[in-house]
Nanobody, 115 residues
Framework: QVQLVESGGGLVQAGGSLRLSCAASGRIFNSYVMGWFRQAPGKEREFVAAISWSGRSTTYADSVKGRFTISRGNAKNIDLQMNSLRPGDSAVYYC?????????WGQGTQVTVSS
């Protein structure tokens, strides 16, 4: 069983920065992709960023390109550095791990950006 635990959310003023972390545990034998999604009240969950198993490939939503950076600390840990935050970035951020077309999710961490 794969478990994901996020940390690092909080309240920040517009223009500020936050760093989210996600730690995965459990047996993961195949190559996998880890990433971040977010969900604001009344909206669908949306993709934010992802990083390949090797860490060599990253993808970002257009809305966060140039402001957010996803990185891999080791095989089972990723971070999301969020700079120049905007009120529109406020949401619950979920860590995601996809292996063999199966999605695993963390419990989510709240990010609130005040104007």
């Amino acid at each position: 069983q794969v478990q994901l635990v996020e940390s690092g959310g909080g309240l920040v003023q517009a223009g500020g920065s936050l760093r989210l972390s996600c730690a995965a545990s459990g047996r993961i034998f195949n190559s996998y992709v880890m990433g971040w999604f977010r969900q604001a009240p009344g909206k669908e969950r949306e993709f934010v960023a992802a990083i390949s198993w090797s860490g060599r490939s990253t993808t970002y939503a257009d809305s966060v390109k140039g402001r957010f950076t996803i990185s891999r600390g080791n095989a089972k840990n990723i971070d999301l550095q969020m700079n120049s935050l905007r009120p529109g970035d406020s949401a619950v951020y979920y860590c995601n791990l996809n292996v063999s077309s199966v999605d695993y999710w963390g419990q989510g961490t709240q990010v609130t950006v005040s104007s």
